[in-house]
């Protein structure tokens, strides 16, 4: 059975001290353990983050969203937990929908569970919500499954399904590469709605340079796709 003290909360960030704050403030409405980890930032994040009363995991330099949830998901695994719930530092994530999570992860027999923002649709904005759509199908693609919301960084993983994935990617394709991994070592995912938070936020991904390096991590994974059988694929569900 899952239970909340079961789950260490993770929450990768680069200059987020506007957010970051109150980000870990409502995560420890639901979660006790919280790690921040800060990906090199040059402004307040840390002292943000500690603040409110999270446990702070350094970065000198930044290294990539993928290298802040691997030290992120370590430190949690070595301190026992079970569970990890992943979200971003910069409030798109609404912190009440914690909860949904929590319940899927004990009711669900999903392994990986992610939010879809889809489900509330017009709060994200028109280029956002376009380059998700493509990148989403392109991934059901891949895996011959449909694919709601694969670039959602709201999502609970099994820290015992995370050792073995071996995940490769340094930077924001991580989100991707988890569920293709994922669905290869015969795990089963479940989305689960989530509301979209948007504001002033800017946005961390280089369209040009995030894009290209997404393409070829996917031209990799396609060229790959053999690997993938239908007796691999376990369902994917959706609420």
């Known amino acids: 059975m899952a239970t909340a003290g079961a789950f260490y909360a993770v929450i990768p960030c680069l200059n987020e ?5 109150d980000v870990v403030a409502g995560v420890r409405r639901h979660l006790s353990h919280v790690i921040v980890v800060d990906d090199g930032s040059s402004d307040d994040t840390v002292a943000q983050a500690a603040a409110a009363g999270a446990r702070v995991i350094r970065h000198t330099s930044p290294r990539g969203k993928g290298c802040a949830l ?5 430190y949690a695994a ?3 937990a079970v569970w990890a719930l992943c979200l971003d530092g910069d409030g798109q994530h609404a912190c009440e929908d914690i909860p949904t999570f929590l319940d899927a992860a004990q009711h669900s027999g999903a392994a990986l569970i992610i939010g879809n923002r889809f489900a509330d649709r017009p709060r994200m904005p028109l280029i956002r919500r376009s380059i998700n ?3 989403s199908s392109l991934i059901g693609t891949l895996v011959g499954r449909d694919i709601p919301d694969s670039q959602c960084g709201f999502r609970v993983i099994p820290l015992d399904l995370w050792r073995r994935l071996n995940l490769g990617s340094r930077r924001f394709e991580i989100e991707s590469e988890m569920i293709v991994a994922s669905l290869r070592c015969g795990s089963r995912i479940e989305f689960v709605p989530v509301r979209a938070v948007y504001g002033n936020e800017t946005s961390k991904i280089a369209p040009i340079r995030d894009g290209w390096r997404w393409l070829q991590w996917y031209a990799n994974a396609l060229k790959h ?4 059988t239908p007796t691999d694929l376990p369902g994917i569900a959706g609420r």
């Open 133 to 135: 759509r493509l990148m």
């Open 17 to 21: 001290a506007r957010h970051i704050g």
């Open 70 to 74: 691997a030290s992120g998901l370590s």
């Open 225 to 228: 796709r053999k690997t993938i």
């Open 78 to 80: 070595e301190a026992g």
